[in-house]
């Protein structure tokens, strides 16, 4: 007798690594369900062809019917609900990460949007304050239910919807579909800084997978999930990090970059290119290797953001400027993250083996509070967090800039900053300081990378896999 079937929306590069990298799939399929899974429609087959096996399938989710839903179907008013969803979480948790954004929207939006947000802000101000208007709200988003899945409901009758999300992005339409049905909705948790960065779901949902007690109260204070729908999975994307089984081997891993193996390795993982350049940064870590003022002989290796890639913007600008940086200094290498195509571009997660390896061996590892400082501990490595300012950030005219200096009370960089897993410098001569503490004492901060490892990812041993690909075979047996 056939198994229940289960569709699982994965709309970003994030979300193919969680569900077709890891045990979750394989956990479901071996409890008897079939997967339907729907992803960007030009990867369609690609995956088809990676992960065929009986009982898995793949469909489109026909992003570009969606946009095309959302743009023709009282495009303003979709835009705004969707909007305050972002905005409107409970300030019963820290709201330092949306008020950034609204910040951004109040210095770049068009004309008629400046006029609009004094309205937004006031509405936001209510929802924050206000269950009932939060619940409002989502009621009002389903008056915004589509039929692009019809076909695929009928045809499949799945028992249970799954999102990487609970309807945060275009998944919504479909997680509304579901509802309009009657049908379960879970949403598995797969960022860092998800539950804190995005709040009010896009949809009515019914049940939740997250990585720790930490997101699980994120959930239930900031966007008012009941505590008995939320499951702590921990996170299994990252069972290959704790199983170690994505290295490359450090002698090739070396070669493939062309790296000294006699000199230490540092590595600078560019991230939060949206509000402020991560030029500074790079410039200041390649002058203290080329120059040699570090404590050891020691080399840099770049990681581009997959934001530097979008074309013709001020952060593929940056990108070209590091470029050249590196081919001008010696002992300053580059890597570029490795696009799976489609739509998930350079978000693809295609590249594992290579992020682990990068961390794995980086004697010290730099970044901006990005989500590779969770994944930086998990490999035991020394962790900097480099907020080096220039004055006037981006310096282009109408393009919001937002001091790196001012993001550390954002939920996620505040709590690595509180459990001291590492450090934090704003200066070049900081910088120096703390590169050479590392170099010269690696162990510092260990007890404190795991005690964060801990807190923030739960499961340690590898099973984050297999127990939420059991919660979600709990859900449809239900």
Not at 96 to 113: C, F, I, L, T
Not at 130 to 150: D, G, K, P, V
Not at 381 to 388: A, F, L, Q
Not at 415 to 435: Q, S, T
């Amino acid at each position: 007798m056939p198994g229940k079937k289960v569709f699982i929306s994965a709309d970003h590069g994030l979300s193919i690594v969680y569900f077709l990298q890891t045990d979750v799939l394989p956990t479901l399929m071996a409890g008897g369900t079939e997967v339907i899974l729907l992803t960007d429609d030009g990867l369609v087959e690609q995956i088809r062809n990676r992960f065929e096996q009986p009982g898995f399938v793949v469909e489109g989710l026909r992003l570009n019917r969606v946009r095309q839903y959302f743009e023709g179907h009282q495009h303003s008013l979709q835009y705004w609900l969707h909007f305050l969803r972002w905005m409107g979480g409970s300030n019963r948790v820290n709201t330092n990460a949306m008020d950034g954004h609204m910040r951004q929207m109040s210095y770049e939006a068009s004309p008629r949007g400046k006029q609009i947000l004094p309205l937004i802000k006031s509405a936001t101000w209510l929802l924050r304050r206000s269950r009932l208007a939060r619940q409002a709200l989502i009621s009002a988003q389903m008056y915004f239910t589509s039929t692009i899945y019809h076909d695929l409901f009928e045809k499949y009758r799945p028992a249970l919807v799954i999102a990487s999300t609970p309807g945060w992005r275009m998944d919504r339409f479909l997680l509304r579909e579901a509802g309009r049905r009657g049908l379960p909705t879970a949403a598995a948790i797969v960022g860092w800084d998800n539950p804190s960065s995005y709040r009010l779901p896009g949809a009515r949902m019914d049940w939740a997978t997250c990585w720790s007690q930490i997101q699980k109260q994120e959930l239930i204070h900031g966007s008012d999930w009941a505590a008995e729908r939320v499951n702590v999975g921990g996170i299994p994307s990252y069972d290959g990090y704790f199983r170690q089984s994505w290295l490359i081997p450090r002698d090739e891993y070396f070669r493939l970059h062309q790296l000294d193996p006699q000199r230490k390795l540092l590595s600078y993982a560019c991230s939060f290119v949206t509000f402020s350049p991560n030029y500074p940064n790079v410039e200041a870590l390649a002058k203290l290797v080329s120059q040699n003022q570090l404590a050891m002989p020691s080399q840099l290796l770049i990681r581009l953001h997959p934001n530097h890639f979008q074309s013709g913007s001020l952060y593929e600008q940056e990108a070209n400027r590091i470029r050249e940086l590196v081919r001008t200094l010696p002992h300053v290498h580059l890597v570029e993250p490795v696009p799976l195509g489609g739509e998930l571009g350079y978000y693809s997660g295609e590249d594992m083996p290579e992020k682990a390896s990068m961390m794995a061996y980086s004697d010290v590892f730099l970044t901006v509070y990005s989500t590779m400082v969770v994944e930086t501990a998990i490999h035991d490595r020394p962790i900097v967090s480099v907020c080096i300012d220039v004055p006037g950030g981006w310096n282009t005219p109408g393009k919001f800039s937002l001091s790196l200096s001012e993001i550390g009370e954002w939920p996620t960089h505040e709590r690595f900053r509180k459990a001291k897993a590492g450090r934090i410098v704003a200066n070049e001569r900081d910088l120096r300081d703390v590169v050479n503490l590392y170099l010269e004492r690696p162990e510092t901060d260990r007890l404190e990378r795991h005690r964060f490892i801990q807190d923030e990812c739960t499961y340690t041993d590898g099973s984050a896999g297999k127990r939420t690909g059991e919660f979600f075979q709990s859900l449809i047996m239900r």
